[in-house]
């Protein structure tokens, strides 16, 4: 929330040359730094997510990794990367959003948000797992959701600036294991002599379905969000690149 409302105090929105321009003096001339912090901040979450046991801690260590995502797109300069923090934003909600949800279902249907001791999901509550598997495929930024689109954006913005930040695409790849990790041991597994059956209800599974409709509809009409943002970053990256000394 907080990079949310910053995001329009760093592109001057009002008339006045250069002393406009000086408001965001400051972002654009300790813009690595910001970037600095937001690839610290992904690979903090994503290696401190790697043990977690209890999934709602694990989410939340996801939902900081992303939000290094965010960071790094904003400071990029271009409008690859601007664009793509944005996107990100919109794609982070929905699918961080959705695994909150399920991780507050799992407990309530097992009693527990350990992932050691969760077993058989497919077999006790087969609907909750199958959200549990297209969340996770969300948040891991798999291609079939815009969250791909979105992560991919901001990988790209980095590396046009400096060939060295392509080191983040590790960060997704750290994701992806520690997911498979906890679909195997909570969904795949063989469930316990005395599993307890519970299933999501029909209005709960559609609430849940929903989280991942713009998902979709992003990933094949991504326009609808890149139309939006798309202006936004071009003067951010204009004044960028004025900032920077070069031309604009």
């Known amino acids: ?3 949310y409302t910053a995001l329009p105090r760093i592109v001057p929105a009002c008339d006045g040359g250069s002393t406009a321009l000086d408001q ?6 300790y813009a690595w730094i910001f970037i600095l912090i937001g690839i610290i901040t992904m690979f903090y979450g994503a290696i401190v997510a790697l043990v977690q046991t209890d999934i709602k801690k694990m989410i939340a260590l996801t939902s900081v990794s992303h939000m290094g995502f965010v960071l790094v797109g904003a400071f ?11 996107f990100q934003m919109f794609t982070h909600a929905a699918a961080v959003g959705l ?3 399920l991780s507050g279902y799992l407990h309530k249907a097992t009693g527990t948000r350990n992932i050691t001791v969760i077993k058989g999901l497919k077999f006790s509550s087969p609907r909750l797992a199958t959200l549990l598997i297209l969340g ?4 891991m930024c798999i291609p079939i959701f815009s969250s791909f689109i979105s992560e991919y954006m901001v990988i790209v913005g980095a590396i046009q600036i400096n ?8 960060v997704p790849a750290i994701t992806v294991g520690y997911f498979l990790w906890m679909l195997r041991r909570v969904v795949m597994s063989d469930p316990k002599s005395n599993v307890k059956k519970w299933d999501l209800s029909n209005v709960s599974t559609i609430a849940l379905v929903l989280y991942l409709v713009p998902l979709v509809l992003t990933l094949i009409a991504p326009w609808l969000i890149l139309d939006v943002v798309n202006p936004f970053s071009t003067v951010y990256a204009a004044n960028f690149r004025l900032m920077s000394g070069g031309a604009a």
Not at 24 to 29: A, C, E, N, P, V
Not at 76 to 82: D, K, N, Q, R, Y
Not at 163 to 170: C, D, E, G, K, R
């Open 99 to 101: 695994m909150f949800m």
């Open 163 to 170: 060939p060295i930040y392509a080191l983040i695409v590790a």
């Open 24 to 29: 965001g003096s400051f972002w654009f001339q």
């Open 1 to 3: 929330m907080s990079l």
């Open 136 to 139: 996770s495929m969300a948040a």
């Open 76 to 86: 990029t300069g271009t409008i690859f990367g601007i664009s793509g923090s944005v």
